[in-house]
C-alpha cells in the first residue's frame, strides 16, 4: 500500500484517539463537579429524614435521599469509567457476595406484588475489579428485572464466571434485542422497555467492556428475559 495510505490510517487512528481522549475527560470533569451538590442534598435530605415529625413530611425526605444516593452512585460509576482500565493492580472482589447484596438491596421492589424472587449462589468467585462496578453492572439488572415484573418470578443464580438475571417480565424490545445481537457494536442501547430505568443497559455494556467481561440476552422460554454476565477473568474461591 501507498505512504499517502498509512499517513491517512495513522491521522484517522490519532483523530480517534483525541475524540475518546475528549470524551473521557469531559465525562470525569462533569461527574467530578456533581459530586459536591449531591453531597449536600443527601446532607439535607438525612436531616430532613431525621427530624421529620410525620410520615407525610419523612417520605418525601427518604425519596429524595435515595434518588440522591442514587445520583451519587451512577457518578461513581462514570468516574471509574472515564480512567483507564487498570485492573491488575485491584484487589480481587467476591462477585457472589456482591450479587447477593444486590439481590437483597432491591428485595422490597417485588414487595406486595406476585413475584417470588429467589438467589441462587451455586458458585462462588472472585475478579479483579472495582467493586462498584461489578455492583452496578449486576444491580442495574436486578432493579429492572424486579420493576418490570408484575407476577411470577425473578432469579438470579451464579455459575462458574457467569452472573444470570432472569425475569417473567415483558421482554426487550425488538430494537433493543438487536442492538445486543451485535457483536463487538458500540453502539448506544435505547433506554425503554426492560432496559429502563437508572443507568441501562448501555451504561452495563460499557461496564462489561471495562471489566473484559461480556453482556448476553436471551428470551427466557416461557416469556420474560435472560441477561448472562460472563467475566473471562476469574479465580474460583
Do not use: K
Not at 470525569?28 to 459536591?36: A, I
Amino acid at each position: 500500500m501507498s505512504s499517502a495510505y498509512w499517513r491517512a490510517l495513522e491521522a484517522h487512528t490519532a483523530e480517534l484517539r483525541a475524540f475518546l481522549d475528549r470524551e473521557r475527560f469531559f465525562t470525569g470533569d462533569v461527574s467530578h463537579e456533581l459530586r459536591s451538590p449531591l453531597t449536600v442534598i443527601m446532607g439535607a435530605a438525612e436531616i430532613l429524614v431525621a427530624n421529620a415529625a410525620d410520615a407525610a413530611t419523612r417520605a418525601p425526605a427518604e425519596r429524595i435521599y435515595r434518588a440522591a444516593r442514587d445520583a451519587a452512585e451512577c457518578v461513581t460509576v462514570l468516574l471509574l469509567l472515564a480512567r483507564g482500565p487498570e485492573l491488575g493492580r485491584l484487589a480481587p472482589v467476591q462477585v457472589d457476595a456482591i450479587a447477593a447484596r444486590e439481590v437483597e438491596r432491591y428485595r422490597a421492589l417485588v414487595a406486595g406484588r406476585p413475584v417470588r424472587m429467589q438467589y441462587s449462589d451455586g458458585a462462588q468467585f472472585s475478579i479483579q475489579a472495582p467493586a462498584e462496578l461489578c455492583a452496578a453492572a449486576i444491580g442495574n439488572l436486578v432493579r429492572n428485572a424486579c420493576q418490570y415484573t408484575e407476577q411470577g418470578e425473578v432469579i438470579v443464580a451464579l455459575e462458574p464466571g457467569r452472573v444470570i438475571v432472569e425475569d417473567t417480565g415483558p421482554g426487550l424490545p425488538a430494537a433493543v434485542r438487536d442492538t445486543l445481537a451485535q457483536a463487538g457494536s458500540h453502539a448506544g442501547v435505547p433506554s425503554q422497555g426492560s432496559a429502563g430505568t437508572g443507568l441501562g443497559l448501555s451504561l452495563v455494556m460499557r461496564i462489561c467492556e471495562y471489566l473484559n467481561a461480556s453482556l448476553d440476552y436471551e428470551e427466557r422460554l416461557g416469556g420474560g428475559s435472560r441477561f448472562t454476565i460472563r467475566f473471562a477473568d476469574f479465580t474460583p474461591s
